[in-house]
C-alpha cells in the first residue's frame, strides 16, 4: 500500500506540472552486449532504426555506461523518448518480419536484463540537451512533494550548466525501489570531472538538499554514460 500511494504521488506530481512544460515519457530498456560485439549491435540497430520514419518529437539513443559500481550489470542504454502518442505510435512500426529479424539478430550480441519507464518532472536548461557525456543520480524517495520542493530551493541557487532534470521512475523499478532520479549532460569529460557548486553559497544550498533529503530518501547511487549514437 505505501508503495502504491509513493506511485500515486509521483503520477500527480507529474501530471500537475504539464501546465508548465509539455510531458516527455521515456522507456529505457537496459542491455548487457557480449564481449567484442559494441559495433555489431550499433551496425543492427543502425539498419532497422534508420530505415523507419520516427513518429514527431520521438528519438531513439544508444548510451554506453562509462561509470559505475561492481553491480551495474547494463552495459549500454536504449532509451525512447517522447510523447505517449508518438511512442504508442513507434511501438507499431516495432513489428513485421524486419523487426522479427532485427530481434533474432539482436539476441546474437546482446541480452535486455532491464525495462523500465518515466518522465521529468522538471527540466532546466532545455537548450543544452545536446551534451554527449550524461550522469544519473537516484533515489528511494518517500515524501516526494519535500523532495521536489527541496530540489527546487537549491537549483534556485545553483544548478550545472548543462540539462538538468528531475525525474520519476513509474515503471520497472528493481527490488532497490529507486523512484526518482536527478540526469544532467556535459559537453565535454573535463566538465564532468569539474562537476560541482563552487561558491560557498551554491555549496551551501547543495550540501543543505544532502542533508534534508536525507530525512525521507534514500540515495541508490549514480552511474555515468556517453551517447553512442541518436535517431531522430
Same mark, same amino acid.
Request: proline share 2%; glycine share 8%.
Given at each position: 500500500?505505501?508503495?502504491l500511494?509513493?506511485?500515486?504521488?509521483?503520477?500527480?506530481?507529474?501530471?500537475?506540472?504539464?501546465?508548465?512544460?509539455?510531458?516527455?515519457?521515456?522507456?529505457?530498456?537496459g542491455?548487457e552486449?557480449n564481449?567484442g560485439?559494441g559495433?555489431?549491435?550499433?551496425?543492427?540497430?543502425?539498419?532497422?532504426?534508420?530505415s523507419?520514419?520516427?513518429?514527431?518529437?520521438v528519438?531513439?539513443?544508444?548510451?554506453?555506461?562509462?561509470?559505475?559500481?561492481?553491480?551495474?550489470?547494463?552495459?549500454?542504454y536504449?532509451?525512447?523518448?517522447?510523447t505517449?502518442?508518438?511512442?504508442?505510435?513507434?511501438?507499431?512500426?516495432?513489428?513485421g518480419?524486419?523487426?522479427?529479424?532485427?530481434?533474432?539478430?539482436?539476441?546474437?550480441?546482446? @541480452? %535486455?536484463?532491464?525495462?523500465s519507464?518515466?518522465?521529468?518532472?522538471?527540466?532546466?536548461n *532545455? $537548450? /543544452?540537451?545536446?551534451?554527449?557525456?550524461?550522469?544519473?543520480?537516484?533515489?528511494?524517495?518517500?515524501d516526494v512533494?519535500?523532495?521536489?520542493?527541496?530540489?527546487?530551493?537549491m537549483?534556485?541557487?545553483?544548478?550545472?550548466?548543462?540539462?538538468?532534470?528531475?525525474?520519476?521512475?513509474?515503471?520497472?523499478?528493481?527490488?532497490?525501489?529507486?523512484?526518482?532520479?536527478?540526469?544532467?549532460?556535459y559537453?565535454?569529460?573535463q566538465?564532468?570531472?569539474?562537476?560541482?557548486? @563552487? %561558491?560557498?553559497?551554491?555549496?551551501?544550498?547543495?550540501?543543505?538538499?544532502i542533508?534534508? *533529503? $536525507? /530525512?525521507?530518501?534514500?540515495?541508490?547511487?549514480?552511474?555515468?554514460?556517453?551517447?553512442v549514437?541518436?535517431w531522430?
Amino acid at each position: 500500500m505505501k508503495k502504491l500511494f509513493l506511485i500515486l504521488s509521483v503520477i500527480t506530481l507529474t501530471f500537475s506540472s504539464l501546465s508548465a512544460q509539455d510531458q516527455i515519457i521515456w522507456n529505457q530498456v537496459g542491455i548487457e552486449v557480449n564481449d567484442g560485439y559494441g559495433s555489431d549491435l550499433l551496425d543492427l540497430l543502425d539498419s532497422f532504426y534508420g530505415s523507419i520514419e520516427l513518429p514527431d518529437g520521438v528519438s531513439i539513443s544508444l548510451t554506453q555506461v562509462y561509470h559505475s559500481d561492481e553491480n551495474h550489470r547494463a552495459t549500454h542504454y536504449m532509451t525512447f523518448a517522447g510523447t505517449s502518442s508518438g511512442l504508442s505510435e513507434l511501438r507499431q512500426l516495432r513489428s513485421g518480419p524486419e523487426y522479427n529479424d532485427y530481434t533474432t539478430n539482436f539476441s546474437k550480441y546482446a @541480452k %535486455t536484463i532491464s525495462n523500465s519507464i518515466g518522465s521529468p518532472v522538471i527540466r532546466m536548461n *532545455t $537548450d /543544452a540537451t545536446d551534451g554527449n557525456i550524461a550522469q544519473v543520480w537516484e533515489w528511494r524517495v518517500e515524501d516526494v512533494f519535500a523532495f521536489v520542493d527541496a530540489f527546487n530551493r537549491m537549483t534556485s541557487v545553483w544548478s550545472p550548466d548543462g540539462y538538468l532534470s528531475l525525474g520519476a521512475i513509474t515503471g520497472g523499478q528493481s527490488v532497490e525501489g529507486e523512484s526518482h532520479y536527478v540526469y544532467t549532460t556535459y559537453s565535454t569529460y573535463q566538465e564532468m570531472l569539474e562537476f560541482g557548486p @563552487k %561558491t560557498e553559497k551554491e555549496q551551501a544550498a547543495f550540501f543543505n538538499f544532502i542533508k534534508e *533529503t $536525507d /530525512a525521507y530518501s534514500a540515495f541508490k547511487g549514480t552511474f555515468s554514460m556517453f551517447n553512442v549514437k541518436t535517431w531522430n
